[in-house]
């Protein structure tokens, strides 16, 4: 099935700072998806993208389909931002489900 | 607030025990899907039902079970429970099939003791 890599695994930053996650997908996809889980373990949609841009206030993700990569940029981090931020892939087949990466722990401190 | 919902949020049993989990999906969206998230597998695929009929199966044991309703409430049935059952399981939905976005419930948290 689709393998599916994030980096990097561990971020702490300063409020305000920019971040740049990425994560690295093994075949073509279907369906790409970025979550971030919150302290209390909830996983909060952030964007289906599986090519092309998107923005949404201070976050945004490009996914560039040809050479199997997406990125999530957030700027002007605060501190409610921290969590665990999770890539999720599909590539057909369906017995492979939605194929999550291992996430990016990112820390904001004020 | 996704619009997905799980009961009950939390459930501590023993193992050897049986429980069932629920989810309701949101308005309109007839595939459930249902994910285990752990600390040593990560988040996990189980099943898919869409419109009633199971769709595809991931990493789900035989002594877990599932099904969708016709009102299209889903319900996940884990059985002899052990103590690495202790997870976050989580039901996501969406409108049609897999190339579509997925929403995810609030999640119940399993613990067995």
């Known amino acids: 099935g689709i393998q599916v890599e994030q980096s990097p695994p561990d971020l702490i930053l300063q409020e305000g700072a920019n971040s740049t996650l990425r994560c690295n997908f093994s075949?073509?996809?279907?369906?790409l998806q970025w979550f971030h889980q919150n302290p209390w373990g909830q996983l909060i949609n952030l964007f289906y993208?599986?090519?092309g841009t998107k923005q949404n206030g201070r976050l945004s993700a490009t996914t560039v389909a040809t050479e199997r990569y997406s990125l999530l940029y957030i700027s002007s981090s605060q501190t409610t931002d921290s969590g665990v931020y999770f890539c999720?892939?599909?590539?057909?087949?369906?017995?492979?489900?939605?194929?999550f990466g291992k996430g990016t722990h990112l820390i904001i401190q004020p | 607030d996704s619009g997905v919902t799980q009961t009950p949020k939390h459930l501590i049993t023993a193992t050897g025990q049986r429980v069932t989990l629920r989810c309701s999906p949101r308005?309109?969206?007839?595939?459930v899907y249902w994910y285990q998230q752990s600390l040593d597998q990560g988040l996990q695929f189980l099943i898919q039902?869409?419109?009633?009929?199971?769709?595809a199966k991931g990493n789900i044991l035989e002594r877990f079970s599932a099904q969708q309703f016709p009102d299209l409430h889903s319900e996940l049935n884990l059985s002899s429970l052990e103590l690495g059952d202790s997870a976050l399981y989580f039901c996501?939905?969406?409108?049609?099939?897999?190339?579509?976005?997925?929403?995810f419930g609030p999640g119940t948290r399993l613990l067995v003791l």
């Open positions: 996501a939905s969406s409108l049609g099939s897999w190339g579509e976005t997925q929403y």
């Open positions: 075949d073509s996809v279907n369906n």
């Open positions: 993208i599986p090519s």
């Open positions: 999720a892939a599909y590539s057909g087949g369906g017995a492979d489900g939605l194929t």
């Open positions: 308005s309109g969206d007839l595939s």
């Open positions: 039902y869409y419109n009633g009929e199971e769709r």
